[in-house]
């Protein structure tokens, strides 16, 4: 029952979205936006490997943050929660956003890391599988935790400005992480190396969905 | 907290700090009140009688502050909210003061009072961790909805912090004992090679700062339920 409702709130997400294509819109602007900038600031410089898989993961970082608080905070804005909350249960509603922002967020990924290869010419990646795993793995953990912050504030009065700031410190190990992984992948590292990366972030990714199903409830009946 | 482990607690502290700051370091100690000289830390090494303490105090605050908040979520009582900021309130003044104590023990040892080192993140993340929570709460206005969404943040940045204290030091490069490329002190929890008067003296200040932090908790509690009870009665007039 659960898992078919979770369903059709993924497939609402994505009806609603597709209406007025505003977050995707923004989004992909704002990955220009961003890029350009960092092309700007390098000009003639040559940075360091280092400096480049920093940035990148900061690029995703704010694309995440600006994009996906807005599962629960268009949800308050239309008003259309408390329909939602008399019609589904509080987990098929968490599972099914999660999972949306999952989608978003990779794809915006995705996005993100191939015109980075194909801007940054000093930005050269070895091995490619770890660094498509990063972005997949890293996307699952940004979502996991930014699922229930987006849920915290979107009861709260400022929204814009405090999703990044309740987020940063939690999503920190990740981001170090997946910039540790990055690097490696840019060393041309084997795969074999970068497992321990790998494991920290699939433990993150878990931990971080377990805790949020166990409390979402209570900020959505909130 | 009665009257008699009050004072007992002023009279401990005074004693851990009389010892830890004029109990004399020399080679080869001799009598009871005399300190090993460690070379590499020399003098420095007496920080650790007030910098280990108060950090573990903090992160006593941080659970402390993060159990009230889920026994919040549990039972709706508005009193386990008001413990669970006294708490974070003291942890955030702890977590200040073992950072600074930190930071000048760097400069000393290590040569610059912020290096990066993992366990200096950790430590930078919890103070941020604390300023989140505080801003959370100040944008509520309404009582009952920002005592669930501040419990139900700290519970999520609770299960974070094992992956600063385990994870993060066995990954990166770094100074403090127990980091990776150390071999002599791997391990979650750090082998003690202090000596014996030395680790006396340590876990005296440690069980001396634990039983402060209740102190001031308990103080803290008494002082904010006296708040909201004013507030109650002018509310009413």
């Not at chain 2, 600074?100 to 430590?123: E, H, M």
């Not at chain 2, 509520?140 to 700290?154: F, G, H, M, P």
């Not at chain 2, 391990?187 to 202090?194: A, D, R, S, Y």
């Not at chain 2, 908790?217 to 109650?232: F, N, P, S």
Request: hydrophobic share 55%; proline share 3%; with cysteine.
């Amino acid at each position: 029952m659960t898992f078919i409702t979770s369903y059709h709130i993924f497939i609402k997400e994505f009806v609603s979205e597709f209406r007025t294509r505003y977050a995707l819109n923004a989004l992909l602007m704002f990955v220009v936006t961003t890029l350009s900038i960092i092309l700007f600031s390098i000009g003639k410089e040559s940075p360091t490997q280092d400096i480049l898989s920093g940035t990148l993961w900061i690029v995703i970082f704010f694309s995440a943050m600006s994009g996906l608080s807005r599962t629960f905070v268009a949800e308050e804005e239309r008003g259309t929660s408390m329909t939602l909350r008399l019609l589904v249960n509080s987990s098929s509603v968490y599972i099914g956003k999660l999972f949306y922002n999952f989608i978003l967020i990779l794809v915006l990924s995705v996005i993100i890391g191939i015109s980075y290869l194909l801007f940054i010419k000093e930005f050269t990646v070895k091995s490619f599988d770890i660094f498509w795993m990063t972005i997949f793995l890293g996307s699952a953990g940004l979502a996991s935790a930014s699922t229930i912050l987006a849920a915290i504030i979107a009861k709260a009065n400022t929204k814009g400005t405090l999703f990044p700031v309740l987020a940063f410190p939690i999503l920190l190990p990740l981001l170090l992480t997946c910039i540790n992984a990055t690097k490696l992948s840019t060393e041309g590292a084997f795969m074999s190396e970068a497992v321990k990366e790998f494991q920290i972030l699939i433990s993150f990714t878990v931990v971080m969905v377990a805790t949020s199903f166990l409390v979402f409830d209570f900020v959505w009946k909130d | 907290m009665k009257m008699w482990l009050k004072i007992s607690v002023s009279v401990w502290i005074t004693g851990i700090i009389i010892a830890g700051i004029a109990f004399p370091m020399v080679r080869g100690p001799h009598t009871w009140y005399e300190f090993p000289f460690i070379p590499g830390l020399e003098e420095k090494a007496r920080n650790i009688i007030f910098h280990v303490p108060i950090s573990w105090a903090t992160v006593v605050a941080f659970i402390m502050s993060m159990y009230y908040g889920s026994m919040y979520l549990r039972k709706k009582d508005m009193d386990y909210d008001l413990r669970s900021v006294s708490s974070a309130s003291l942890g955030l003044l702890l977590c200040v003061l073992a950072t600074l104590t930190g930071a000048v023990w760097a400069k000393f040892n290590w040569g610059s009072f912020w290096n990066w080192d993992p366990r200096q993140t950790s430590i930078f993340i919890l103070l941020l961790i604390y300023g989140a929570y505080f801003v959370l709460r100040s944008a509520i206005d309404e009582e009952e909805r920002r005592a669930t969404l501040s419990s139900v943040y700290s519970i999520i940045a609770g299960v974070t912090v094992p992956f600063f204290i385990f994870v993060m030091p066995r990954i990166m490069s770094g100074l403090h004992p127990g980091s990776l490329g150390d071999e002599q002190g791997k391990g979650p929890v750090l082998e003690f090679k202090m000596a014996t008067n030395m680790l006396m003296v340590f876990f005296a200040s440690l069980i001396g700062f634990t039983v402060l932090y209740f102190w001031m908790y308990t103080l803290k509690v008494r002082l904010m339920r006296i708040e909201r009870h004013v507030q109650q009665i002018t509310e009413t007039e």
